[in-house]
T-cell receptor, first 112, second 117 residues
Framework: GEDVEQSLFLSVREGDSSVINCTYT??????LYWYKQEPGAGLQLLTY?????DMKQDQRLTVLLNKKDKHLSLRIADTQTGDSAIYFC????????????FGKGTSLLVTP | GAVVSQHPSWVICKSGTSVKIECRSL??????MFWYRQFPKQSLMLMATSNEGSKATYEQGVEKDKFLINHASLTLSTLTVTSAHPEDSSFYICSAGTLAEGVDTQYFGPGTRLTVL
């Protein structure tokens, strides 16, 4: 499928906020997701947003959706060293059930 | 929360052999399971969608005769890489789909690393 674009790398200091950006491709995607992958581990669903929403907040996570620009962002407040991981943005693929089209992932490094 | 397991977690095999990978949903039933492939520093690429009791739907460019998928029950799907070659070496990840709070959600297995010598 077409590419879901993400910046590849982000480094922040502990306690700062992190913002990971994503541009998706399918304007008809029903849901957009953020997954976290730690080294050697499977993907963990962090949060999702329905396409008719602009914003969703879940504890330290804030998801913003700009449907017009097909832009999705994930903000992590008070970033901790345990947040260091690869973060994948994904859009639902309507033609294939609810399979997902993933971005390449953003490696987040949190330094003390 | 929903748990999906994969077995084996890693496998090394000789070129020309076949390898079977199992994907199980441990605490829920999944009518649909998905198989992805992930190359180093790359995204997950969807290989096929597997529905219980029916033939899998393969994505364009994925050879159905090479990657055999069986979804015999609501908790088990298998991927068999037939006549594996070094270029098949990759990280294979399955996911199982279910409704969670009304949202179509996939829960991912931990992945299987295949190395073909």
């Amino acid at each position: 499928g077409e590419d879901v674009e993400q910046s590849l790398f982000l480094s922040v200091r502990e306690g700062d906020s992190s913002v990971i950006n994503c541009t998706y491709t399918d304007s008809s995607s029903t849901y957009l997701y953020w997954y976290k992958q730690e080294p050697g581990a499977g993907l963990q669903l962090l949060t999702y947003i329905f396409s008719n929403m602009d914003m969703k907040q879940d504890q330290r996570l804030t998801v913003l959706l700009n449907k017009k620009d097909k832009h999705l962002s994930l903000r992590i407040a008070d970033t901790q060293t345990g947040d260091s991981a690869i973060y994948f943005c994904a859009e639902s693929i309507r033609y294939s059930g609810y399979a997902l089209n993933f971005g390449k992932g953003t490696s987040l490094l949190v330094t003390p | 929360g929903a748990v999906v397991s994969q077995h084996p977690s890693w496998v090394i095999c000789k070129s020309g052999t076949s390898v079977k990978i199992e994907c199980r949903s441990l605490d829920f039933q999944a009518t649909t399971m998905f198989w992805y492939r992930q190359f180093p520093k790359q995204s997950l690429m969807l290989m096929a969608t597997s529905n219980e009791g029916s033939k899998a739907t393969y994505e364009q460019g994925v050879e159905k005769d090479k990657f055999l998928i069986n979804h015999a029950s609501l908790t088990l799907s298998t991927l068999t890489v037939t006549s594996a070659h070094p270029e098949d070496s990759s990280f294979y990840i399955c996911s199982a789909g279910t409704l969670a709070e009304g949202v179509d959600t996939q829960y991912f297995g931990p992945g299987t690393r295949l190395t073909v010598l």
